[in-house]
């Protein structure tokens, strides 16, 4: 019998996949990758400088250019696939840089602009009597913590006990897939349907021209149902079904395994998403100026005419700044900071939630 040695095979010389940088073992150096994209961005400003093109062509020309200059010295040294390797790390690096310029801008502006008036008389005084120089939003932050406190407690029963039903009861039934489908529609509505919802049910009570505070606590909870119901079913899916079936093992009642098992296991989750829910109503101004309108004084009452937000002061400050405007332009940039504060502040306290409360292990 004979028998044959079997032989190594052969390099290929030339094929689409043989890469002799590559195998060669040729890097550019650490820093390279930066520097290369730098290059290609200060090739871009001698164009701009000589046409006085604008900074966002400008910002265009040296992402094309970076991201080029990159991918042709890395094809050239390391080889096609860490070019291309290079090419996806610039174009995605590229992208997160320019969504994070509006952002930066927008927070450079309101803070520039707002801060100015950020002191104790803002805290502390109405807009009584005031016309020029002066004047606070006090009258505002507080109609904002009442309406927003109101939405919040008639928005969380309904939605947690929603989504328990979904989640516990529902089955994928006919009225839950109705229900989850209602949610959607709702998830997706304008702001202003939502305002022109509970102006409609205030006016069809108490006749037309109606304002109130509780008429716009309504027209949020409207927006903040669906955020509390989605929130609330994805977190009570995470609980495991052997905690469910344990207790039912011992004889425990199903609303009771709810009750003690299920909630307190999602007691973060639960924190978390109606946290972000208060943030995503509490700068909602559309319904806001339909159903509570504006004001000067201090009204505590929600069910007594109506009432000053922070997001409608803001509004009137910038549309009606009286004479001379700046004084009522510069109130409402600070008012504007003052919601980008208290949004962030309630997104910190979501990730506290999360945090503290989420579920310990040995890990």
């Not at 991201?67 to 040294?77: E, F, I, K, Q």
């Not at 919802?197 to 304002?211: D, I, M």
Request: with cysteine.
């Amino acid at each position: 019998m004979s028998t044959q040695t079997p032989t190594a095979p052969s390099r290929p010389e030339s094929t689409p996949e043989f890469d002799l940088a590559a195998e060669s073992g040729n890097r550019l150096p650490r820093f390279a990758g930066w520097g290369l994209f730098v290059l290609g961005a200060l090739l871009a400003a001698a164009p701009t400088a000589l046409l006085g093109w604008s900074t966002g062509l400008f910002v265009v020309l040296a992402v094309v250019l970076g991201t080029l200059v990159t991918w042709g010295v890395s094809r050239a040294v390391e080889g096609r696939r860490k070019s291309t390797d290079r090419l996806v790390t610039c174009l995605v690096s590229s992208a997160f840089a320019i969504a994070m310029v509006p952002l930066f801008s927008l927070v450079y502006t309101v803070v520039s602009n707002g801060v100015g008036r950020l002191d104790a008389e803002f805290f502390t005084s109405s807009m009584v009597g005031v016309v020029g120089e002066g004047g606070g939003a006090y009258h505002a932050i507080m109609g904002t913590l009442i309406v927003t406190a109101l939405a919040t407690l008639i928005s969380v029963p309904i939605g947690v006990m929603a989504a328990i039903y979904l989640v516990e009861y529902g089955n994928r039934g006919k009225l839950s897939k109705w229900i989850t489908f209602l949610v959607d529609v709702m998830t997706g509505i304008p702001s202003i349907v939502a305002g022109l919802f509970a102006y409609a049910l205030f006016a069809l009570l108490f006749g037309p021209g109606v304002r109130l505070g509780v008429a716009g606590a309504v027209a949020l909870s409207v927006l903040m149902i669906p955020v509390v119901v989605r929130s609330v079913e994805e977190v009570l899916k995470l609980v495991p079904n052997e905690l469910r079936e344990a207790a039912y093992a011992l004889g425990v009642p199903k609303w009771r395994t709810i009750v003690k098992v299920v909630l307190p296991t999602a007691a973060a989750g639960l924190g978390t998403g109606i946290t972000l829910a208060i943030a995503r109503v509490v700068g909602e101004t559309a319904p806001l100026l339909i159903t509570v309108g504006i004001t000067t004084a201090l009204n505590f009452n929600p069910f007594d005419g109506r009432m000053a937000t922070l997001p409608v002061y803001a509004y009137y400050q910038l549309t009606q700044p009286g004479v001379p405007p700046e004084f009522g332009i510069s109130r409402a940039w600070t008012a504007a900071l003052l919601l980008i504060i208290l949004v962030m502040a309630l997104n910190l306290i979501a990730r506290l939630i999360s945090r503290v409360f989420a579920p310990k292990t040995n890990r």
